[in-house]
């Protein structure tokens, strides 16, 4: 009886590593003409003459620029370079720090353990990670050594708040708010582009007994939920944050380039980050990150917010995932009825209708209004962007991907984010 329930146990850990078939089987991404997709080369070649300007007048050192359409890239081209310093060129396979654009991928590994029926997204965080239970808000803040009072909240961190940045939390050296920057600085709580010997588990206990900056659900403020949540997946899933999106998520959608911290044969593809100085480009220095964290150090933290290096191509599997309502290839990640909710406006007290957009679950959205301001797409448009100037949007409506690759630090007069967009929705001829 011992050996059948142990058995059981393995067989069961195996096959929840694996991603179930669907009866809908997509082709993989691939490329295509832009005619048999309803797109125009002709009006395409202008992202060419965009891109190829602004690197020209040293607007970004170099851009990678895809489009899809109707799961087929129709546009993928490199410009410029990848390290300015040793003339290195772009290509279009390189990798690139997505920062920021790893929410969403988290977000998906929430949902995709809520698929299972392990826990709802109103539950209290503190259920699964008890360091969180009886949360404070920060009352006053003592500048001169960081010391603080505070107050009960009037309520739990739910796991829906820390999917769309309402809990009350902050980030610390790349958040907004000074106190709160000061109070993580003092705890040693660590953001993101880690190259040090921490685990997520050590840092967000430390944060779980940190201040909040307003009670949970009455605001919206960006911040490190989507780590905790990176950590609460480790709880639920019984295995490593980087171990459950490689087997449940990269692999079953063939996002071999998308890792936490790159192997040895991919390191050479990593685009250096760069910044203007003296009408030249340098690489980026050591601050309070060090711009090599994917290719060296502990390789032990996987911050759910804001930690994954990727491709344009990878990405853009991801996107198609969800325009194909949460199947790609045969493998079934997120049912279409998740995905359907998943976008829908979760706090009308912060987003009314009369919004541009507002941040739904994995991702921000665009609204009839943003829509009908033009030059975003349709509504219903999802999107988001990284710290390091990697930008993508996915219009379901019109089918089309749009990703913008590039890797910069005070890129000031950088408009080719907005330009690409409209360049993108310009094209669409059928």
Not at 25 to 49: C, F, H, N, Q, V
Not at 110 to 125: Q, S
Not at 306 to 331: H, I, R, V
């Amino acid at each position: 009886m011992k050996n059948l329930i142990l058995f059981l146990l393995l067989f069961s850990a195996l096959t929840s590593c694996t991603q179930p078939v669907s009866v809908k089987k997509s082709l993989p991404l691939s490329e295509g003409t832009p005619e048999s997709e309803g797109m125009s080369a002709e009006r395409l070649a202008r992202i060419d003459s965009m891109c190829m300007k602004a690197v020209s007048e040293d607007q970004i050192p170099g851009v990678v620029a895809l489009v899809a359409r109707n799961g087929k890239i129709v546009y993928y081209k490199a410009f410029g370079m990848a390290d300015n310093q040793t003339e290195r060129p772009l290509k279009r396979d390189d990798i690139f720090r997505i920062a920021s654009q790893t929410k969403s991928i988290t977000s998906t590994a929430v949902m995709m353990i809520w698929e299972e029926g392990k826990f709802k997204l109103d539950d209290p965080i503190s259920k699964y990670i008890p360091e969180f239970k009886n949360p404070q808000v920060l009352n006053t803040f003592n500048p001169k050594d960081s010391s603080y009072t505070t107050v009960p909240a009037v309520g739990e961190i739910t796991i829906r708040q820390l999917l769309n940045h309402t809990s009350g939390l902050g980030y610390g050296v790349i958040g907004d708010d000074e106190r709160i920057r000061k109070i993580y600085q003092k705890a040693g709580i660590v953001d993101a582009f880690c190259s040090e010997n921490v685990t997520i588990g050590e840092n967000i206990r430390k944060l779980a007994k940190l201040p909040l900056l307003f009670n949970p659900g009455e605001k919206f403020n960006y911040c490190e939920g989507l780590d905790v949540l990176g950590y609460f997946i480790e709880i639920e899933s019984g295995m490593p944050f980087d171990v459950f999106l490689r087997t449940r998520l990269f692999e079953p959608l063939g996002m071999d380039d998308t890792w936490f911290y790159l192997p040895e044969n991919k390191a050479s593809r990593l685009v250096s980050v760069q910044k203007p100085e003296n009408d030249k480009w340098i690489r980026y220095p050591v601050t309070f990150y060090d711009p090599d964290y994917p290719i060296k150090g502990a390789k032990r933290f996987f911050p759910g917010g804001a930690g994954l290096s990727s491709t344009a191509k990878d990405y853009a599997t991801f996107l198609q995932m969800y325009l194909n309502g949460g199947e790609l290839n045969g493998k079934r990640i997120l049912s279409q009825t998740t995905i359907q909710f998943m976008m829908g406006n979760q706090n009308y007290n912060i987003w009314d209708e009369n919004a541009e957009n507002y941040y739904a679950l994995a991702f921000g959205v665009l609204t009839r209004k943003g829509q009908d301001r033009g030059g975003q797409g349709s509504a219903g448009t999802f999107s988001w962007g990284g710290y390091f100037s990697t930008s993508y949007f996915a219009d379901p409506r019109e089918k089309t991907i749009g990703i913008l690759m590039k890797q910069t630090q005070g890129a000031d007069i950088d408009d080719t984010e907005w330009k690409f967009r409209i360049l993108v929705g310009q094209a669409i001829d059928d």
